[in-house]
């Protein structure tokens, strides 16, 4: 992170918690109208991607009748859609509805200018050069709401919002905020030019070719900075029969990792249907050359600086240490952490599940659970109900988490082990293979047994390295 992006991280947060304290009578009271308009929850909570693909939930004041998402239009909205409530009429066309965002902001999700939050589907279907939108925090405003907003569309929106990216700075920011102010007095762009915001139409890919990181753009000038390279636009009418843009275009995708792990994580992506693997990196040099279920072992993390490499990548090693090490260098040198689901996992509703996790053959998470960044659930493993899963944590085939069950970054829950409900595993920890977790267990502590105990030994052992599967 640069100095500038960081200064202005820090003021975001800071600023933010300052006006949520100054705002919060105004807050309430906006809530209270909204409850009163029209029964439901006076906020809007979903989820969206953020930075490095994150997903967080975003807070709005709801302006539709509770359920709206699910009628009409769905996701898409118009001026005189009647699914919209008067008090949220006016909350709309004076941007009052984003307020709440504030909270997102305060949290490090969000930036007060950035890219706008999108849907889990249309990051999905970015082309590799649309992804670069993601380097960034998304924003309540930004380059692109100061040059037409939902006027444009979003092929559109997009382009200008790698503009911002590729040519941030604080002074850039201060010239965004202050025709932020501009377009909100002048209630500008609200709804497109038909009164129909349109929805985020699948961009056409180039099934066949390997998209870069960051391809090189065609020299055209910007709107605004004459500087600023941009692209013709990437989503064009198909002039091919419709049966050839049905094909689906897989996402090529770099693993991390050639050994036993990733062979299952490459079986995985082969039936998830949504990636093609283009290659392994491996830093053991007997490795290079080698092949790994057909897909070449490309080298060691020198490999990262090849500008021929797919956008998405995922980490394929067992233990939690060098996969979060990977990771973290996967995303500074600005990779999508790919999230891997076997057909015959099982994900409930209002689940989160964080970039880079692998859910196995048989693996089963219920409703309202979290997975942080890097979590492994594997082979018919279960994770239930309202669980609360730190980053890089591996939990081992047959392994069971009970309802509410909190478990620390990088432990590991072993084959067959069991954790009753609402108890809490600390960071580091690590459950035994067939162990029945029943009282709270501490980070950095091993248990083993049933019930599970501490371990102890006769003698300390402290040259034992304990290398996780």
Known sequence: MNLELGIKYACDRLAACVLLVLLSPLLALVAIAIRLDSPGNPFFVQERIGASGRPFKIFKYRTMRAGSEKLGLGATTKSDDDRITRVGRWLRATSLDEVPQLLNIARGEMSFIGPRPTLRYQVENYTARQQRRLRMRPGITGWAQVHGRNEIPWERRIELDLEYIDNFCLLLDTEILLRTARVLVRREGVYARDRANDAFVTPVAEADATPRVQPAPRSEPAPRRPSTPRVEPVSRAAASPPAVEARPVL???????????????????????????????????????????????????????????????????????????????????????????????????????????????????????????????????????????????????????????????????????????????????????????????????????????????????????????
């Open 251 to 469: 996402l090529p995708l770099l693993v991390v990792g050639a050994g036993g792990h990733a062979r299952v994580v490459v079986d995985i992506a082969e039936k998830q249907g949504r990636f093609r693997v283009v290659g392994l990196v491996d830093e053991r040099p007997e490795l290079a050359g080698s092949a790994l279920l057909g897909y070449p072992v490309l080298g060691g993390r020198e490999v990262l600086e090849r500008g021929d490499l797919p956008s998405h990548a995922v980490v394929a090693i067992g233990s939690p240490a060098a996969r979060a090490a990977w990771q973290a260098l996967l995303e500074e040198r600005g990779f999508q952490l790919a999230v891997l689901v076997h057909p015959s996992a099982q994900v409930g509703r209002e689940t989160v599940i964080g970039a880079g996790s692998v859910l196995m053959a048989g693996a089963i998470v219920n409703s309202g659970s979290r997975l942080g960044r890097g979590v492994i659930v594997n082979t018919a493993a279960s994770v239930d109900h309202d669980c609360e899963v730190g980053d890089f944590v591996h939990v081992a085939p047959g392994a069971r988490l009970a309802g509410g069950v909190r478990v620390g970054a990088r432990a590991h829950i072993g084959i067959g082990a069991c954790v009753l409900q609402n108890l809490q595993v600390g960071a580091d920890a690590i459950v035994g293979g067939g162990a029945a977790v029943i009282r709270p267990v501490a980070a950095g502590t091993t248990v083993v047994g049933v019930p599970a105990e501490p371990r102890r030994s006769r003698q300390p052992e402290p040259d034992v390295v304990v290398i996780r599967p």
